[in-house]
C-alpha cells in the first residue's frame, strides 16, 4: 500500500490516522484546561498503542485549540516528534464580525497559517500541509510562492490539499515544482457517490452523482495519497442508534455487527477495512479521541488484507439501498 513520501526522517506514516479535531476542550474561547490536556495524552496514548504514527490537524480545530492542546503533549514527551507524521490544513477563515465566514489560498494567509500552526504545536516544522477547502479566487502562482517560501525556510515539507477535483488539482499542480501528496476527502460506507461516480457510468441515474469525475482515478495515476475524512460515519454502523435512520443504514449495521461476530473483530475494524479494501490505499483519519474507539480500529488493516471482494460488495450494496446497475 501506498506511503507519504516521508523520506528525510524516515518516518513512514500509517495507513490509520488520528484526528485531532476534537482536541482542546471544544469550539469556543474557554481556555485549554488540565483535563483537556489529560484527554489528549490518553488519546495520543492509545492511537500509538495501535501503531498510528500520523496526526492530523487544522489551523481552526477548536478555533485553534486542538493544535495548541497537542503542543502542550508533545512538550511533555521529549522525543515524540521524530517518530511522528504531523499533518495540518489551512484556508478556511471563520466568520469574524462582519465578515463571513470564508476561504483564503492568498500567499500572505497560508504563510501566516504555517507560523500560527508550529507556534501552536511547537514545532519548527510541519510534515505535510494541506489547503482545507478550495478557494474559488485561487492563484496557482501565489500558491507556489507561498509554498516555495514555507519549503525554503524548513517550515513545510511537502503539501497536499482536501476536498478538491481533479481539474482543481491540475490547476494547482501546474504552478508547482513539487507534485501534490494527498487529497483528504468524505469517503465512508454513509458516503458513496465515491464509488457511484464509477459503477454509473453510462447510467441515467448517474446524472445525479457529483463526486468529481475521475477523482480516485487520478489520485492513484499521480500517486497522490487519499485520505477519508468521516471514515467511521459518526458511528453509524458501529454502535450509534440507528432505530430513526434508514432502512439501508439498519440493514447495514446490523450486516457489520453480524460481520464483526463472525471474525471476532471490532465493527470498527470492519467498516474501515472496507475502505481500506479499494485498492486506492486510502488512509482513513479517525474522527474520534475516545481511546476505547481507537484501540476498536486496531485491525482494520488486517481486516482489509484479507476481505474478499464477495464481502466487499455486500457491504457495498447494503449500503446503498438497492442494487448496482
Given at each position: ?5 516521508l523520506?528525510e526522517?524516515?518516518?513512514?506514516a ?7 479535531m476534537?482536541l482542546?476542550?471544544g ?5 485549554i ?22 496526526f492530523?490537524h487544522?489551523?481552526i480545530?477548536?478555533?485553534g ?11 511533555g ?23 463571513p ?19 501552536r ?9 494541506l489547503l482545507h ?5 485561487m492563484?496557482?502562482?501565489?500558491i507556489a510562492e507561498?509554498f ?8 513545510v ?22 507534485a501534490?501528496?494527498?487529497n ?21 441515474v ?39 435512520q434508514?432502512e ?5 449495521a ?22 481500506m ?25 488486517a ?6 471482494r464477495?464481502?466487499?460488495?455486500t457491504?457495498?450494496?447494503s ?5 448496482l446497475?
Amino acid at each position: 500500500m501506498k506511503r507519504i513520501p516521508l523520506v528525510e526522517r524516515g518516518v513512514a506514516a500509517s495507513r490509520l490516522v488520528m484526528g485531532c479535531m476534537s482536541l482542546g476542550g471544544g469550539w469556543n474561547r474557554n481556555p485549554i484546561s488540565a483535563d483537556d490536556v489529560f484527554a489528549a495524552e490518553r488519546a495520543v496514548e492509545a492511537a500509538l498503542a495501535i501503531g498510528i504514527t500520523m496526526f492530523d490537524h487544522a489551523d481552526i480545530y477548536t478555533l485553534g485549540k486542538a493544535e495548541e492542546t497537542f503542543g502542550r503533549v508533545l512538550a511533555g514527551r521529549p522525543g515524540l516528534r521524530e517518530q511522528i507524521v504531523v499533518q495540518s490544513k489551512c484556508g478556511i477563515r471563520l466568520a469574524e464580525g462582519s465578515l463571513p465566514g470564508r476561504f483564503d489560498f492568498s500567499r500572505e494567509h497560508i504563510l501566516a497559517s504555517i507560523d500560527g500552526s508550529l507556534r501552536r504545536l511547537g514545532t519548527p516544522y510541519l510534515d505535510v500541509l494541506l489547503l482545507h477547502r478550495p478557494d474559488a479566487l485561487m492563484e496557482p502562482d501565489e500558491i507556489a510562492e507561498a509554498f516555495a517560501a514555507a519549503k525554503a525556510a524548513g517550515k513545510v515539507r511537502h503539501f497536499g490539499v482536501s476536498n478538491m477535483d481533479v481539474g482543481q488539482m491540475r490547476f494547482l499542480q501546474r504552478a508547482l515544482p513539487d507534485a501534490l501528496v494527498v487529497n483528504q476527502l468524505e469517503l465512508s460506507l454513509a458516503r458513496l457517490d465515491w464509488l457511484d461516480q464509477g459503477v454509473h457510468v453510462n447510467q441515467k441515474v448517474g446524472a445525479g452523482v457529483h463526486f468529481g469525475e475521475g477523482l480516485l482515478e487520478h489520485c492513484q495515476t499521480e500517486a497522490i495519497q487519499i485520505q477519508a475524512w468521516g471514515p467511521l460515519a459518526q458511528g453509524r454502523f458501529s454502535g450509534r442508534p440507528v432505530d430513526d435512520q434508514p432502512e439501508s443504514v439498519r440493514a447495514t449495521a446490523a450486516l457489520v455487527e453480524r460481520m464483526a461476530g463472525e471474525k471476532a473483530v471490532s465493527r470498527e475494524a470492519i467498516v474501515l477495512g472496507w475502505l481500506m479494501r479499494h485498492p486506492a490505499g486510502i488512509q482513513p483519519v479517525l474522527g474520534t479521541i475516545d481511546p476505547g474507539r481507537l484501540a476498536a480500529c486496531a485491525g482494520a488493516e488486517a481486516l482489509a488484507a484479507a476481505m474478499t471482494r464477495d464481502e466487499w460488495y455486500t457491504l457495498f450494496v447494503s449500503a446503498r439501498g438497492e442494487r448496482l446497475p
